[in-house]
T-cell receptor, first 113, second 115 residues
Framework: GENVEQHPSTLSVQEGDSAVIKCTYSDSASNYFPWYKQELGKRPQLIIDIRSNVGEKKDQRIAVTLNKTAKHFSLHITETQPEDSAVYFCAARGYSSASKIIFGSGTRLSIRP | EAGVTQFPSHSVIEKGQTVTLRCDPISGHDNLYWYRRVMGKEIKFLLHFVKESKQDESGMPNNRFLAERTGGTYSTLKVQPAELEDSGVYFC?????????????FGPGTRLLVL
C-alpha cells in the first residue's frame, strides 16, 4: 500500500543551525506534499506545502524541496530558534479528492540553546 | 472563528468498555476526517465524511469502531468494546472542500488509554 517514510525520528540541533527532515513516498500518483508542525500539547498545524509541479518553495526560514523522480521531499529550517522545537510530520496526497493524506511517522526536533 | 474542537481531551478506560469521542469541525466545513496516532508512529487515516455521508472508511481498523455524523455537523467515533491496541491519540480534522490541496485543520486530539 501507499506509505511515507520519514527520517530522522529525532533531531537535535544547536540554536541558529539548520535542520533537515527527509521523506520518501511510494505512490507515484502523489502530487501534494504538506508539512505539519505539532508543538507540545497543541494540535498539528500546516506550516508549508508543495505541489508536484514545483521543485522548491520557501517561506521565511522554512523551505521544502521535492524530487519527483526520486520520490523524495525535504523540509529545511534555517537559523533555528527555540520555538521551532516540535514534532514535524510530512505527508503526501494524490490528485483525486478521494485520495487520502498519508503521513510520515514524525520527527521530534529539539533546539539546544 | 473557533477551530476544530474535540471532546474529551483524555480518556482512560478498561479493556472491554465503550468510549465515544466527539469532534466539532469548523463551521461550514463539509469535510470531516478522523485519524489516529499510535505512540511513535504515523498519523493514520481512519475515515472521511462529506457532510453526513461516509466518503471513505477504508482506514477503520475493524467493526469495533463506529463513526457517525448525523446532520452533517459534529461527528462521533465510538469504540466498543475497546482493546489495548486502541490506545493512541485520535485526531479529527476538517476542510471546506476535498480538493487535494485543501488545508485540513486539525483538532487538539483525544488521548485514549485502554488498560
Amino acid at each position: 500500500g501507499e506509505n511515507v517514510e520519514q527520517h530522522p525520528s529525532t533531531l537535535s540541533v544547536q540554536e541558529g543551525d539548520s535542520a533537515v527532515i527527509k521523506c520518501t513516498y511510494s505512490d507515484s500518483a502523489s502530487n501534494y506534499f504538506p508539512w505539519y508542525k505539532q508543538e507540545l500539547g497543541k494540535r498539528p498545524q500546516l506550516i508549508i506545502d508543495i505541489r508536484s509541479n514545483v521543485g522548491e518553495k520557501k517561506d521565511q526560514r522554512i523551505a521544502v524541496t521535492l524530487n519527483k523522480t526520486a520520490k523524495h521531499f525535504s523540509l529545511h529550517i534555517t537559523e533555528t530558534q527555540p520555538e521551532d522545537s516540535a514534532v514535524y510530520f510530512c505527508a503526501a496526497r494524490g490528485y483525486s479528492s478521494a485520495s487520502k493524506i498519508i503521513f510520515g511517522s514524525g520527527t521530534r526536533l529539539s533546539i539546544r540553546p | 472563528e473557533a477551530g476544530v474542537t474535540q471532546f474529551p481531551s483524555h480518556s482512560v478506560i478498561e479493556k472491554g468498555q465503550t468510549v465515544t469521542l466527539r469532534c466539532d469541525p469548523i463551521s461550514g466545513h463539509d469535510n470531516l476526517y478522523w485519524y489516529r496516532r499510535v505512540m511513535g508512529k504515523e498519523i493514520k487515516f481512519l475515515l472521511h465524511f462529506v457532510k453526513e455521508s461516509k466518503q471513505d472508511e477504508s482506514g477503520m481498523p475493524n467493526n469495533r469502531f463506529l463513526a457517525e455524523r448525523t446532520g452533517g455537523t459534529y461527528s462521533t467515533l465510538k469504540v466498543q468494546p475497546a482493546e489495548l491496541e486502541d490506545s493512541g491519540v485520535y485526531f479529527c480534522a476538517s476542510s471546506q472542500g476535498a480538493f487535494f490541496q485543501e488545508t485540513q485543520y486539525f483538532g487538539p486530539g483525544t488521548r485514549l488509554l485502554v488498560l
